[in-house]
């Protein structure tokens, strides 16, 4: 079916078994994003919060709490919409296969926005930011934030919804300096289309006109995080996923998403900037209070009995983890068609996306060469680094099918295991330093700044990996509890960072300590972790990803034993050292009130909405 609303999905989920209603009143004040952790991690339903204090309106949040629940509601349109995509992969599969197509054109129709003449529900009632559900989803940040908004904006050269930006950038709509029902925050980072349309206006010395919709049909929120091709709008993705055009009208100049549930309007004029945030975000710890743009709230539009939309982001896995997924589900095929010689990528979502990118590509440059190294692959990985949201990869991990055809990057382990037993650290890491990162990953020097690595593997295994220590294996003073996180893996607990001089002199202590074991020795474990808790990070292969990942620069980070630099390339000899300790200059982690899980476990029990699902 094609949902018009919110609600009308809603009603939808609740017929099928896929939503709880809470009908006790929740506070917006952390109660709420607990609630919705609880029931994600509980692999839970859709909720629907009837009784939000201090609101008049009732929420909905975890529509895409599972990958199985995502599909469902696209039941009747993601087929035909995934066929729509891989003809951008393969346009000549639909002569090859033309029954296999024949929904295609059906998908097509609705891509086309259709400016609304008559139904206009959006335009029925107004209210201020004030009255709006007031989410705060972790202790510290810096007040309520709106955790779905669709940002959109125009292009003021090439104005209309063909040329429009949709996107999905945090909005502060309480706290720090932001004027009450006045002013918005509006956060948006590296490679995004709205800084585009900003920087004309700007040149113009006019102010951007910001439209940011809350709600609507699912359809419109997966696809303002869609990566879609240039010059497909993603208003156009989200009536041909939805099944139902994507409606809109003008009021004051400010374009509409008549099915919405919310619209925001406002401008945000050249350089008016201000403190936003802190806000818990998506790699497991706050990201920090930076000057960002303030809009100037025009008017707050909603629809008859609206249902305010939001999500609650944190350290991997959460609701975002099923967008990824469906995400991938849908454009699976698009990538490789898009850079030559690759095969699949995948940003993993433990290491919190943009951290990790795992890559396999073909080797097949010198096939008359015996002995293979990276060399088709290494072309590929400086595609990828240049290629649209992957160009903010901080770890790049490539690895040559050739080697293994059936070598799958969801099986993140094997793989890993994989090149692990061919890397040649004298020669496969490739850095990229003083360069820009993701806005969220204060691993780096600077907002922004940071450094990459390619790590590059191809040809025979090289080593067999190791899953005991030596008999006579010691550590050096101050390091202590190795733990095997799994083959050829090995975590150290060391001495905590507090000074990078002497934190680089622990490093260095340890790298000649383990020197003298030889290369052959050690040899079974080609990556060593300096950690805080080694336990902590050997316990599961996700607390791996995630502390190895967004923790560490690369060109900070990475040492070796006996490392040396030739002609300006570095390597080591030896196992590689990434140091993966917490650092003064890193971002808080993500720590839950006690008191509100408690109050969030009374709903679990006998009577509470959420009795037998948390």
């Known amino acids: 079916m094609a949902y018009k609303s919110t609600r009308d999905c809603l009603l939808d989920l609740e017929k099928n078994g896929h939503l709880v209603r809470i009908k006790e009143e929740v506070d917006p004040n952390l109660e709420m994003a607990a609630i919705h952790r609880r029931v994600f991690e509980a692999g839970g339903p859709a ?86 559900p007031q989410i705060k989803c972790w202790p510290d940040d810096g007040g309520a934030f709106v955790t779905l908004p669709l940002v959109y904006t125009e292009d003021i050269d090439k104005p209309g919804v063909m040329k429009s930006n949709l996107g999905m950038y945090r909005i502060q709509i309480s706290g720090n300096d932001y004027l009450q029902n006045q002013e918005v925050g509006l956060h948006y980072q590296l490679h995004r289309g709205i800084g585009v349309h900003q920087s004309k206006s700007n040149a113009k010395g006019q102010p951007l006109k910001v439209s940011v919709f809350i709600g609507g049909p699912p359809s419109h929120i997966l696809s303002a995080v869609m990566p879609l091709p240039e010059g497909l709008p993603e208003v156009a993705f989200a009536g041909a996923l939805g099944g139902r055009n994507f409606r809109y009208t003008y009021r004051d100049d400010f374009c509409l998403s008549t099915d919405a549930d919310f619209v925001i309007t406002g401008e945000v004029f050249p350089h008016d900037n201000k403190p936003e945030g802190p806000f818990g975000d998506h790699l497991g710890y706050y990201s920090l209070t930076h000057d960002f743009p303030v809009m100037k709230v025009h008017k707050v539009w909603h629809r008859p009995n609206p249902i305010w939309s939001f999500t609650v982001v944190g350290r991997p896995p959460q609701e975002d983890t099923s967008f990824g997924a469906l995400i991938h589900d849908i454009t699976g095929a698009i990538i490789p068609s898009e850079l030559p010689g690759l095969h699949e990528v995948n940003a993993v979502d433990a290491a919190g996306v943009h951290p990790l990118l795992l890559a396999i590509g073909s080797e097949r440059y010198t096939p008359y060469y015996k002995d293979r190294k990276p060399q088709e692959i290494l072309t590929i990985a400086n595609h990828i680094l240049g290629f649209g949201q992957m160009s903010l990869a901080k770890y790049l991990i490539i690895s040559a099918k050739e080697d293994n055809p059936k070598l799958d990057l969801h099986h993140i382990q094997d793989f890993f295991i994989h090149v692990l037993e061919r890397i040649d650290w004298t020669r496969d890491l490739h850095f990229h330093t003083k360069t820009s990162i993701d806005t969220l990953d204060y691993s780096g020097t600077d907002l922004n700044s940071g450094s990459k690595v390619v790590m590059a593997a191809a040809g025979e295994k090289k080593r067999t990996l190791a899953t005991t220590l030596p008999d006579d294996f010691s550590l050096p003073d101050g390091f202590h509890s190795p733990k095997i996180a799994f083959p050829g893996v090995l975590a150290i607990a060391s001495p905590a960072f507090k000074m990078e001089q002497s934190a680089i002199a622990d490093i260095n202590r340890l790298a000649r300590h383990l020197a003298q074991y030889g290369k052959d020795k050690l040899n079974g474990f080609p990556l060593i972790l300096a950690t805080d808790d080694s336990e902590f990070v050997a316990r599961t292969l996700n607390n791996f990803l995630w502390t190895t990942f967004t923790r560490s620069n690369p060109s900070h980070d990475i040492h070796g034993v006996e490392s040396f630099v030739e002609h300006k390339h570095w390597g080591c000899r030896g196992p590689l050292i990434i140091d993966t300790r917490i650092k003064p200059h890193h971002a808080p982690p993500l720590i839950e009130d006690a008191a509100i899980e408690r109050k969030v476990d009374k709903l679990g029990q006998k009577g509470g909405s959420l009795y037998g699902i948390i």
């Open 47 to 132: 909720i629907w919060y009837e009784n939000v204090k201090g609101s008049p309106f009732s929420a909905t949040s975890n529509l895409f709490g599972s990958l199985e629940r995502s599909k469902f509601m696209f039941r009747h349109t993601l087929e035909r919409v995934k066929k729509l995509v891989s003809l951008k992969a393969d346009p000549m599969a639909i002569l090859k296969n033309p029954f296999a197509y024949l929904g295609v054109p059906l998908a097509g129709a609705t891509a086309l926005p259709l400016k609304a003449r008559f139904r206009k529900p959006v335009t029925m009632h107004e209210t201020t930011v004030g009255q709006l």
